[in-house]
């Protein structure tokens, strides 16, 4: 069955702070990786990854995946309040249908 | 990036009633999908469609049904809503680039 981990489920730093939030996936076909941001509607697309060691950015958020050990990681610098949000990890498992698998989110609170 | 609509945003419905919740999207594309969320847990594919008149169920199941008759409308059904229906329901859309944007979702409130 597919599978995509987050951790940690919940993480709460102070403004300024950096943060790393983790994935890793199990899946029969993968075709990408995508990071989302949710607030209190729906996702917003954040990045997507299909190259191993290749490093997205934009802004204070950075990501890299890395095919090898099944894995990806956001990386926050310089966290703001507004940063508060859960982040969602989905792999495409490809197969035509280009379906997503969701994590259950890291629930990030940023204090001022 | 995908303009996808949906009405509406919030509904509360008494138990037993019909439903659809509309989702439109502006960019022609031919995959299209709806996820139901409940507060606080993960998204959960419960349909997806290829294409005009093509209509797949999802990971999870589900008792909606949906319908693609045009390419840019994609709308669920629920023919006899129960309070166990509660949730977000989030319409998306795969663009040329492999990427899939959300809508903005509904909220269904089944009382």
């Known amino acids: 069955e597919d599978k995509v981990v987050q951790s940690p489920l919940s993480l709460v730093v102070h403004e300024g702070d950096t943060v790393t939030l983790n994935c890793s996936y199990e899946v029969t076909n993968f075709r990408s990786l995508l990071w989302y941001k949710q607030e209190k509607k729906a996702p917003t697309f954040l990045f997507m990854l299909?190259?191993?060691?290749i490093e997205k950015k934009s802004g204070r958020l950075s990501s890299i995946l890395d095919k090898k050990e099944l894995s990806s990681i956001l990386n926050i610098t310089a966290t703001q309040t507004g940063d508060s949000a859960i982040y969602l990890c989905a792999v495409n498992n490809g197969g035509g249908s280009e379906k997503l698998v969701f994590g259950k989110g890291t629930k990030l609170t940023v204090n001022p | 990036e995908a303009d996808i609509y949906q009405t509406p945003r919030y509904l509360v419905i008494g138990t037993g009633k019909k439903i659809t919740l509309e989702c439109s999207q502006t960019?022609?594309?031919?995959?299209m999908y709806w996820y139901q969320q409940d507060p606080g847990m993960e998204l959960h594919l419960i349909h997806y469609?290829?294409?005009?008149?093509?209509?797949e169920k999802g990971d999870l199941s589900s008792e909606s049904t949906v319908s693609r008759i045009r390419t840019e409308h994609f709308p669920l059904t629920l023919e006899s809503a129960r309070p166990s229906h509660t949730s977000q329901y989030l319409c998306?859309?795969?663009?040329?680039?492999?990427?899939?944007?959300f809508g903005e979702g509904s909220w269904l409130t089944v009382v």
């Open positions: 998306a859309s795969l663009s040329s680039g492999n990427t899939i944007y």
């Open positions: 469609s290829y294409g005009v008149n093509s209509t």
């Open positions: 299909t190259s191993s060691g």
């Open positions: 960019m022609g594309h031919d995959k």
